[in-house]
């Protein structure tokens, strides 16, 4: 079974910075209980304390989807446009081995 990685970076919008790792930050618990979660890792830049990054890895594209309509990412979605300039870019990988 070839597990599915997802790279999310967010910007946060200035001075939004602390108020968008927090966010961020309280998706993890819940995420990482998720049916199908291998990974649910969040950073943050070196170089850019506003700029954050998911690492996830999840069994299946059905397990990722549920994740996507959980409540905890819904209730993220709603706050994004006032956290971010711009939406953050989600991107989509499978190991090659």
């Not at 790792?21 to 979660?37: N, S, V």
């Amino acid at each position: 079974m070839k597990t599915l990685t997802v790279i999310a970076t967010f910007q946060a919008r200035p001075g939004q910075a602390t108020e968008l790792r927090a966010a961020l930050t309280g998706l993890l618990a819940p995420t990482r209980q998720e049916a199908g979660c291998i990974n649910y890792d969040l950073h943050a830049s070196s170089a850019d304390p506003a700029k954050f990054l998911f690492h996830e890895n999840w069994t299946s594209k059905a397990a990722l989807d549920a994740h996507l309509q959980s409540p905890h990412i819904q209730a993220l979605r709603s706050r994004v446009e006032a956290l971010c300039p711009a939406v953050p870019e989600i991107t989509t990988w499978e190991r090659v081995d």
